[in-house]
């Protein structure tokens, strides 16, 4: 493919549109719908039925920000700086670095790491390219740190991950949400008008945070839970479900299998050995169980607060094993789900970026998911490599870490975002060759050998598939900057140097309709949804499969589970589990718990909303909230910059002082980078099944600095 | 409890561990032990013919608030070899062997004496025939099958007398209540539960229990049973009559040690053991309520899961040690509420700088704390009657955690947290809307008459909409005055 230096793609060239585009935020699960306008270099944001928060809101300043990456970039030699180059010039250099890696340590000598933001397409495509072009197993992405647990809870519960099994819009009929580990007030702030729809309709929410967040403030009640110990709350909430004779039986009996062990696993979990463990009081336990149970219709939904621990699945199959026995998945307007959090989160973990999986959600170890892909893709089922290392283990093995040497980025920014990212930056700066794909020089990115610009969500076409399972179509306003191409651009450029020359589409749509095939069958089964029928307005979720023999377009599946659950035998399955010792308990050095989170006017790891003025004037700088008993004892001020450490590193830090967190935890929200990063600080301890670290707690300490607050 | 996990250096593994008890300490051992190591070679001898049970949710059972059969503890694992109904009658220390009821001999590395413990049997006149065995009517209160008897008996029964005015006593005093009987508590010392609670929690905890209708007689020690073939009451010792057809005993218990003693071992109230929780013989370890550990025995079921996993660890290669428990009581009757932690002896007069005793009595209304903190730390804790700040308090006690200048907030809960908002007293730099970070400010000075227009002006409420009434409020302030005569 011969393309001339440092213009944009063919595809790219074509005339943009003037008019306004209908389409959905770059941002979160939500998926908010937005209109766009063309001005200048940039849009005008308009809202749609949903209506967005402040981020929605702002996100087209950062089209024509002079912040954005309008050339590709080299670095010569290791310490040499990054200069602007050609396309051709970036492309053979990441080709010819990744020939290099693999001649030495053979096809797993290259890795790959994606991200839930990318679209469906490209998820597709980037999993593609690995196992086609580059043929090495070594892919992962960044959902592995948001969804991975809930996923893995979801199929040991149900035989099938979807994040929401039902609508969004199912909440507002909820008689009750337990509401386990999610700021929705702030991370995703339009999704409380379900809850507020539901509060008016006489719903009673529960939430379970260590912090009284925007969220718990809100509710009906609040279980102010010491992180980690979720497990243990939700085992206790099923002991006295137990006691109080609220177990669905018939629903247990009808339609699930394992619930003797679980039984009595939580027969140990009584009121007081669940006070010691999590700090919530029984009183407040027995009013979590009673608005629970009361409802006709409730919910148990999770999110990364229970999810992102050493102990993650475990926790999500605890909340599942109450829901189940309440008797509420599988029926309409109850149910168990998990908030996505990542734009495409939920359509990111389906379709082959991630280490042990094909598109369709098929598993990468079973030979008949092997044969349809690989008839798709036209090659040898045996030329597929096999399941390769997790998201953190992929980036700890880097370069002098024994595995790959050299690595392609795509949608994600570890040096701010990974557990333990002082640990992760030295592995990513001993790599041969490192690739980065992105709208600005992240932190990441400037580490990177080859930089390589890349198109925003507002400049091509794409699908997402939102929170509840939804697939959304992203459509193209305007014409990115001269110098921009689009990832898929850059994938195919990419596979063409590896020797693909074909395969690798550079339209969106014709990427859709070969991931429609290649997903056809699996259980994410996107074979019946099309451009055109997006761009009619269909609500179609997943699985959605090919017209039948009579020719009907399929409607989507908006509600999972009805009939069946998707284990072989129709049945949900409950898991007993036990809440384990904290993976690193609090000492006398590290006498605090730690834990991450966001706030409302960033993103991520902010590699986009810290280039936005609107959004770093409200929110400029990273923080550590405490307690006044905490402060107090310590002798910090609020404002007064501190030293928070742990194990693994130390960050500098202004002290919040604030009442609604627990005395004896401290919260750092994780989108800043350089020394305010809360990832310096986290622990690198996985779950056993789904390799999620445990960014949500581990021990701490503040100390005093003699330096002034900046 | 403190202990951390290493790897022990030696790497040494006992393969062939045998417990002795199937009871809460000895199956925790199992399951621990298991989770740890799937190739340890375990066999458990349980003297009672079933699989191990929840001993602590007896009460339950009595109170008929769960089946017998729902208060199975977790299996154990296929490969654990379960010897049920058959208990262990000598241990060989020199070849390191047990010796069992069906004669059959077992080689052990590391034996665990997880044996528990019996009911004890007050000295009182008639309580037992000739032959030893309880007066018909009379029951101790211990095992899944004493409970049974018990609830048998309850059926036909109509006056109960609970022996003992512990924890035990008043939860089978609450069980015996739910059959229907009129139930009378006869307990020695001065106040209910004295082990646990300070005086006046006692006598604020016997309104409680009296409210509920059961009868309490304190000071009284049962001096003898009436009855010839069964009961027909309890005579106490200061002369007085208690006309009863049940009588359940609830006077304590007293650990299971014939096995260690005849085999040699130090024992003092109960099976000496060190903080490895071995005792004298390197290749024998006690657990549960026959163990005792720096003078303590700790008859409660935390202490002893603590032992278990500390246990686990050892056995399975790696570097722990038990350093002692805190004990933390639980009345588990629903209507009773009651937690009780530490020392709670202390009295308001004995406050000092470092003695702080905080106490709030509601008598009347069946309410009580109190909180004994020590140079800064909760050492002692009674809640009755408002169980609201039980779960800070626990892990203040627990942890030793640094608590608030403000003690008040030991006690009660929901205070100083925030209320409903009012408008019209919003400072200008207060946010609104979080969605859109607008302040009260920017919308009071956007001089927009309608919530449409705020939106348009700022973008407040385009977001959730959950400041909707906040921003109207702010159109429009409401004097508070003209709200409250509303």
């Not at chain 1, 939430?207 to 110990?229: E, F, I, K, S, Y």
């Not at chain 1, 006498?591 to 409200?618: C, D, F, H, K, M």
């Amino acid at each position: 493919m011969a393309v001339p230096p440092t213009a944009a793609s063919p595809v790219l060239a074509t005339v943009p549109t003037c008019t306004a585009v209908s389409t959905h935020c770059p941002y979160c699960a939500l998926q908010c719908s937005m209109t766009l306008t063309p001005a200048g270099g940039t849009a005008v944001v308009e809202a749609g039925e949903g209506g967005l928060c402040r981020k929605g809101w702002t996100s087209a300043a950062l089209l024509d920000s002079p912040r954005r990456l309008t050339s590709p970039l080299v670095r010569d030699g290791r310490h040499g700086a990054l200069r602007e180059a050609s396309w051709d010039e970036a492309l053979d250099r990441a080709a010819a670095g990744f020939r290099a890696a693999q001649a030495t340590g053979g096809p797993d000598g290259v890795g790959v790491f994606g991200g839930g933001g990318l679209t469906n397409e490209k998820a597709y495509l980037l999993g593609k390219l690995a196992r086609v072009a580059l043929r090495t197993s070594q892919i992962d992405y960044n959902g592995r740190f948001c969804m991975s647990s809930a996923a893995a809870g979801a199929m040991k519960a149900f035989g099938l991950d979807r994040g929401l099994p039902f609508p969004l819009a199912d909440i507002a009929g909820a008689g009750a949400v337990l509401l386990v580990g999610s700021n929705l007030a702030e991370t995703m702030p339009p999704v409380v008008q379900h809850l507020t729809r539901q509060k008016e309709n006489g719903g009673a929410l529960v939430v379970v945070d260590p912090r009284r967040t925007p969220t718990a403030a809100a509710a009906t009640l609040h279980l102010q839970v010491q992180p980690g110990t979720d497990l243990a709350l939700a085992n206790g909430l099923l002991f006295l479900a137990i006691e109080q004779g609220l177990v669905d039986e018939q629903f247990v009996a009808a339609r699930t299998t394992g619930w003797d062990d679980v039984r009595r696993a939580v027969a140990s979990s009584w009121p007081a050995e669940v006070e010691r463990a999590t700090g919530v009081s029984e009183p407040d336990l027995r009013e979590a169980v009673r608005l629970l149970a009361s409802a006709d219709r409730a919910m148990v939904l999770t999110a990364r607060g229970a999810e992102q621990h050493a102990h993650g699945v475990d926790t999500v199959s605890a909340f599942v094993n109450l829901a189940l026995a309440l008797g509420l998945p599988g029926r309409p307007g109850s149910g168990w789900g998990c908030l996505t959090g990542q734009g495409n989160g939920q359509g990111g973990r389906e379709h082959g970026q991630k280490a042990d999986q094909l598109p369709g959600y098929r598993k990468l170890d079973d030979p008949a998911a092997r044969a349809h892909v690989a008839a798709v893709w036209g090659v040898d089922p045996d030329s597929l490599p096999q399941p390769g290392r997790s998201a953190y283990e992929l980036l700890d093995a880097l370069g002098d870490g024994g595995g790959p040497t050299a690595l392609l980025l795509m949608g994600s920014n570890p040096v701010v975002s990974a557990p333990r990212a002082g640990h992760v930056q030295k592995r990513l700066a001993s790599l041969d060759c490192l690739v980065v794909a992105d709208v600005v020089l992240s932190e990441t990115a400037a580490m990177a050998d080859v930089v390589l610009p890349v198109a925003q969500w507002a400049e091509e076409d794409g699908t997402t598939t939102d929170l509840q399972g939804r697939v959304l179509l992203r459509r193209r306003a305007l014409s990115p900057p001269a110098g921009v191409r689009t990832d898929l651009d850059v994938l195919a450029g990419i596979a063409e140097r590896m020797g693909c020359a074909t395969g690798f589409p550079v339209e969106p749509e014709a990427a859709f309709d070969e991931l429609r095939r290649a997903s056809a069958g699996g259980a994410a089964d996107y074979a019946g949804i099309s451009y055109d029928r997006l761009l009619a307005g269909e609500a179609l979720h997943w699985p959605c499969p090919a017209p039948g023999p009579d020719g009907a377009p399929h409607p989507g599946t908006p509600r999972l589970f009805l009939e069946r659950f998707a284990h072989p035998d129709g049945r949900a399955r409950f898991v007993a589990v036990r809440q384990p010792q904290q993976a690193e308990p609090v000492d006398e050095a590290f006498p605090l718990l730690l834990t991450t989170g966001r706030v409302a006017a960033q993103y991520q790891s902010g590699a986009q909303t810290r280039r936005i003025g609107a959004l770093t004037e409200t929110s400029p700088s990273a923080f550590v909230e405490l307690h006044p008993f905490l402060a107090t004892r310590l002798e910090v001020a609020d404002g007064e910059r501190v030293r928070v450490s742990t194990r693994r590193g130390e960050a500098f830090l202004r002290a919040r002082v604030v009442d609604t967190i627990r005395p004896d935890t401290v919260f750092v929200p994780f989108h800043w980078a350089g020394r305010q990063r809360a990832n310096l600080l986290t622990s690198d301890a996985l779950d056993p099944t789904s390799r999620m670290p445990a960014f949500k707690v581990c021990a701490a300490r503040i100390d005093r600095v003699a330096e002034a607050v900046r | 409890m403190t202990r951390r996990t290493v790897p022990r250096t030696d790497g040494h593994q006992l393969r062939r561990v045998v417990v002795v008890g199937n009871g809460m300490a000895g199956a925790r051992a199992v399951e621990e032990l298991c989770l740890r190591d799937p190739d340890v070679l375990v066999t458990v001898f349980g003297a009672e013919d079933r699989p191990a049970y929840n001993r602590v949710l007896l009460s339950d059972v009595l109170a008929g608030k769960r089946r017998h059969d729902e208060i199975a503890l977790t299996a154990a694992p296929g490969r654990v070899v379960q010897r049920l109904g058959v208990a262990v009658v000598s241990v060989d220390r020199r070849t390191r062997t047990v010796t069992s009821s069906d004669g059959a001999t077992t080689p052990y590395d590391a034996l665990v004496l997880a044996t528990g413990s019996t009911a004890l049997v007050p000295p009182v006149q008639g309580i037992a025939g000739p032959d030893g065995r309880l007066l018909e009517g009379v029951h101790v209160f211990r095992t899944l099958d004493d409970c049974s008897a018990i609830t048998a008996a309850a059926g036909s029964a109509k006056r109960a007398v609970v022996v003992g005015g512990g924890l035990l006593g008043l939860e089978a005093a609450r069980g015996l209540l739910r059959h229907g009987l009129s139930v009378e508590v006869v307990h020695g010392a001065g106040h209910l539960m004295e082990t646990q609670l300070d005086p006046t929690g006692g006598a604020v905890l016997r309104r409680a229990v009296e409210a509920l209708g059961v009868g309490v007689h304190l000071g009284s020690f049962a001096a003898g049973v009436t009855g010839g073939r069964r009961v027909t009451g309890v005579r106490l010792a200061d002369g007085r009559q208690v006309e009863a057809d049940l009588v359940v005993l609830a006077c304590g218990i007293r650990p299971q040690v014939h096995l260690a003693r005849a085999a040699g071992l130090a024992v003092e109230r109960a099976v000496l053991v060190d903080d490895l929780l071995r005792t004298d013989d390197p290749h024998v370890y006690a657990i549960g309520e026959c163990a005792q550990h720096r003078g303590t025995v700790y008859g409660l079921v935390a202490p002893a899961w603590e032992q278990a996993a500390v246990l686990a660890d050892l056995l399975t290669g790696r570097a722990a040690a038990y350093g002692g428990s805190k004990t933390i009581t639980r009345l588990k009757a629903m209507d009773l509420e009651l937690a009780a932690m530490g020392d709670t002896t202390p009295e308001l007069a004995d406050c000092r700088d470092d003695v702080e005793v905080l106490v709030f009595a509601d008598p009347v209304r069946h309410v009580y704390k109190k909180v004994v903190v020590t140079a800064g730390v909760v050492t002692g804790a009674i809640l009755l009657g408002d169980l609201s700040t039980a779960g800070p308090l626990t892990q203040a006690f627990d942890r030793a955690t640094p608590l608030p200048a403000e003690r008040l907030h030991l006690m009660f809960s929901g205070l100083g947290t925030a209320t409903e908002v009012d408008p019209a007293t919003l400072a200008d730099d207060a946010v609104v809307c979080t969605c859109n970070q607008v302040s009260a400010g920017a919308v009071r000075s956007c001089s927009a008459r309608t919530v449409a227009e705020v939106a348009l002006a700022t973008r407040a409420t385009t977001g959730c909409g959950g400041c909707r009434s906040l921003v109207e409020g702010l159109l429009c302030p409401t004097p508070a005055l003209e709200r409250r005569t509303a």
